[in-house]
């Protein structure tokens, strides 16, 4: 009597799970503690995800590329380099469901010269039929009013359709405003207020 073999049915994959927004915030706030502590400015990190595949595309922190450059900007002009186009066309090449973390609310005003990042946010997806773009931030803390007052990154986000979250973890926000603030002079009159409280 001959053997029958019954072929074997694949076995399902089982795959560890994507990383939550905490797990990702605290990324981004490894990446802010490499940028050098100075009164002038926040140290803050970002980066830019592929929410489809749980894949980081970009990294960034403040002061990382050459110039006053923020943490947003820097992972934009890396996408730049690594896609060869220029930092404005960057949202040709990212995938569909690209969202942003960053430790801080993206600005809403920059010294002279300087472009906001909420503008260059905005930027990646204006015009574009395709979706592309980034339709999600994910915040650590509100931009504090240390050196623009009411700060309305996230208010112009909301605005133009993209869905900003603030991301909650167990003392997320004391080690990001420690980070940011790291080189900054302070006052009796400081406090902590930036809870994304809004």
Same mark, same amino acid.
């Given at each position: 009597?001959?053997?029958?073999?019954?072929?074997?049915?694949?076995?399902?994959?089982?795959?560890?799970?994507?990383?939550?927004?905490?797990?990702?915030?605290?990324?981004?706030?490894?990446?802010?503690?490499?940028?050098?502590?100075?009164?002038?400015?926040?140290?803050?990190?970002?980066?830019?995800?592929?929410?489809?595949?749980?894949?980081?595309?970009?990294?960034?922190?403040?002061?990382?590329?050459?110039?006053?450059?923020?943490?947003?900007?820097?992972?934009?002009?890396?996408?730049?380099?690594?896609?060869?186009?220029?930092?404005?066309?960057?949202?040709?090449?990212?995938?569909?469901?690209?969202?942003?973390?960053?430790?801080?609310?993206?600005?809403?005003?920059?010294?002279?010269?300087?472009? $906001?990042?909420?503008?260059?946010?905005?930027?990646? *997806?204006? &015009? =574009?039929?395709?979706?592309? #773009? %980034?339709?999600? +931030?994910? /915040?650590?803390?509100?931009? $504090?009013?240390?050196?623009?007052?009411?700060?309305? *990154?996230? &208010? =112009?986000?909301?605005?133009? #359709? %993209?869905?900003? +979250?603030? /991301?909650?973890?167990?003392?997320?926000?004391?080690?990001?405003?420690?980070?940011?603030?790291? &080189?900054?002079?302070?006052?009796?009159?400081?406090?902590?207020?930036?809870?994304?409280?809004?």
């Amino acid at each position: 009597m001959k053997a029958h073999h019954t072929p074997l049915r694949p076995m399902p994959t089982i795959t560890s799970p994507s990383p939550s927004p905490v797990e990702y915030m605290r990324q981004a706030l490894e990446l802010a503690q490499k940028s050098t502590p100075k009164p002038t400015n926040y140290r803050v990190g970002a980066l830019v995800v592929d929410a489809t595949i749980n894949t980081v595309l970009a990294t960034g922190y403040t002061l990382e590329c050459e110039g006053n450059t923020h943490a947003e900007q820097s992972c934009f002009i890396k996408l730049a380099r690594e896609h060869n186009v220029s930092e404005e066309e960057v949202g040709a090449v990212l995938p569909e469901k690209a969202v942003l973390y960053t430790t801080m609310e993206p600005c809403s005003q920059r010294s002279v010269g300087n472009v $906001p990042c909420v503008e260059r946010i905005l930027g990646l *997806g204006k &015009g =574009r039929e395709d979706g592309k #773009g %980034i339709k999600t +931030v994910y /915040v650590g803390v509100l931009e $504090p009013d240390t050196f623009v007052r009411e700060n309305t *990154g996230r &208010g =112009r986000l909301e605005a133009a #359709g %993209i869905q900003v +979250v603030l /991301v909650e973890g167990e003392g997320l926000v004391q080690d990001i405003l420690s980070v940011a603030t790291a &080189g900054h002079v302070r006052t009796d009159n400081d406090s902590a207020t930036a809870t994304g409280t809004a």
